[in-house]
T-cell receptor, first 109, second 116 residues
């Protein structure tokens, strides 16, 4: 599987702040990029996907993709305690996904 | 709206026993994937189907593992002669005939396997 690296956590942010998560990938030919949220003991939940360079916003989440730098990020604005979870970056490898190990985010009140 | 379902949710077995898991994908999705996840790691690809055809298997998948998807509907994953190293969360995901790269994959709740 292709390599996907995420910045090591845990990441602790105060409520209302911006959480910034980073991910790099090894295969320049990758075309599709996904962010999943995973609560402890639960399965991954798709929260964002991005296919083109630039920014994509969905509510409090913004995904940013830079294919030249092989870099994808996720910003969580106005962080809430319910955002406390592990965030997984995934990159397509043909039809399957290669995942990073995840970054655990804790939002402190 | 019915998402991906998996059964059982938990399975405890003794080493050497065989186990079988079932996955029912989202009804209009033609692609079905199996992943395995251990603590502190992201999901790891095992195999995937497009309709009833098994198109790819991970080289990590030993011959003790077999998967089927008869008639392109539900899928089963069988592990024979289980080992303690098989203890993990087994995740099923499905996707439609979407954009390049397989499209968005949606995961079921997973089956947590514990091998004693």
């Amino acid at each position: 599987q292709k390599e996907v690296e995420q910045n090591s956590g845990p990441l602790s942010v105060p409520e209302g702040a911006i959480a910034s998560l980073n991910c790099t990938y090894s295969d320049r030919g990758s075309q599709s990029f996904f962010w999943y949220r995973q609560y402890s003991g639960k399965s991954p939940e798709l929260i964002m996907f991005i296919y083109s360079n630039g920014d994509k916003e969905d509510g409090r989440f913004t995904a940013q993709l830079n294919k030249a730098s092989q870099y994808v990020s996720l910003l969580i604005r106005d962080s809430q305690p319910s955002d406390s979870a592990t965030y997984l970056c995934a990159v397509n490898d043909d039809y399957k996904l290669s995942f990073g190990a995840g970054t655990t985010v804790t939002v402190r009140a | 709206d019915t998402g991906v379902s998996q059964d059982p949710r938990h399975k405890i077995t003794k080493r050497g026993q065989n186990v079988t898991f079932r996955c029912d994908p989202i009804s209009e999705h033609n692609r079905l994937y199996w992943y395995r996840q251990t603590l502190g790691q992201g999901p790891e690809f095992l195999t995937y189907f497009q309709n009833e055809a098994q198109l790819e298997k991970s080289r990590l998948l030993s011959d003790r593992f077999s998967a089927e998807r008869p008639k392109g509907s539900f899928s089963t994953l069988e592990i024979q002669r289980t080992e303690q190293g098989d203890s993990a969360m087994y995740l099923c995901a499905s996707s439609g005939a979407g954009t390049s790269g397989g499209g968005e994959q949606f995961f079921g709740p997973g089956t947590r396997l514990t091998v004693l």
